[in-house]
């Protein structure tokens, strides 16, 4: 299952919105979940089953979507939320991850 | 929670590794373990998963090269990689699968371990 995420790179203020997308090849119903990556460091669970934060994930985080169209959007950006942002399937093996969206100022 | 990888180094192409991942925090036993690379090129790539009776899923591209296993005594997944190629050239993650009823996710990472294939 290909994963396709856009926009590749959103450039962006603090305090402002982002909205990224995730196209999957075929339906994944909602077994799909989105990670950050920050430099340097292992991708963190943001949202897992589409919809559902992961723990101590901050409110601003929401996902939503179910078929093959997905949307991770944070409501108002703060400064930590720079980053790479990867979609991730589970509906059938291989698992596969997205391209990556690049958050930045 | 913690996950230490370990192992990754430079080796030659042809050549062979094992990679480790020490854990604790959990009760190892009782989870699924993953091992997933990232590469500048490819982005992020599943690679192998062993369960807690050890059944193993491969991705194609290591299946007959790559060997995952456990040890539950030490709370430890190893990746034994032979046959490397100049591709898997990668920062190689263990991840824990947190099981739900319908569902999982991986919810831990380790912080990766850098293997470098070139001559």
């Known amino acids: 299952i290909v994963l396709t995420q856009s926009p590749a790179t959103l450039s962006l203020s603090p305090g402002e919105r982002a909205t990224l997308s995730c196209w999957a090849s075929q339906s994944l119903d909602t077994s799909l979940d989105w990670f950050q990556q920050k430099s340097g460091q292992a991708p963190r669970l943001l949202i897992y089953e589409a919809s559902n934060r992961a723990t101590g994930i901050p409110a601003r985080f929401s996902g939503s979507g179910s078929g093959t169209d997905f949307t991770l959007t944070i409501s108002s950006l703060e400064p930590e939320d720079f980053a790479v942002y990867y979609c991730?399937?589970?509906?059938?093996?291989?698992?596969?991850f997205g391209g990556g969206t690049k958050v930045e100022i | 929670v913690q996950l230490v990888e370990s192992g990754g180094t430079l080796v030659q192409p042809g050549g062979s590794l094992r990679l480790s991942c020490a854990a604790s925090g959990f009760p190892f036993s009782t989870y699924k373990m993953n091992w997933i690379r990232q590469t500048p090129g490819k982005g992020l790539e599943w690679v192998a998963e062993?369960?807690?009776?050890?059944?193993?899923y491969y991705t194609d591209s290591v299946m007959g090269r790559f060997t995952i296993s456990r040890d539950n005594v030490k709370s430890s997944v190893y990746l034994h990689m032979n046959i490397l190629r100049d591709e898997d050239t990668a920062v190689y993650y263990c991840?824990?699968?947190?099981?739900?009823?319908?569902?999982?996710?991986?919810?831990?990472w380790g912080q990766g371990t850098l293997v470098t294939v070139s001559p």
């Open positions: 991840a824990r699968r947190l099981d739900r009823i319908g569902y999982y996710y991986f919810d831990e």
């Open positions: 991730q399937q589970r509906i059938e093996w291989p698992l596969t």
């Open positions: 062993i369960s807690q009776t050890n059944t193993i």
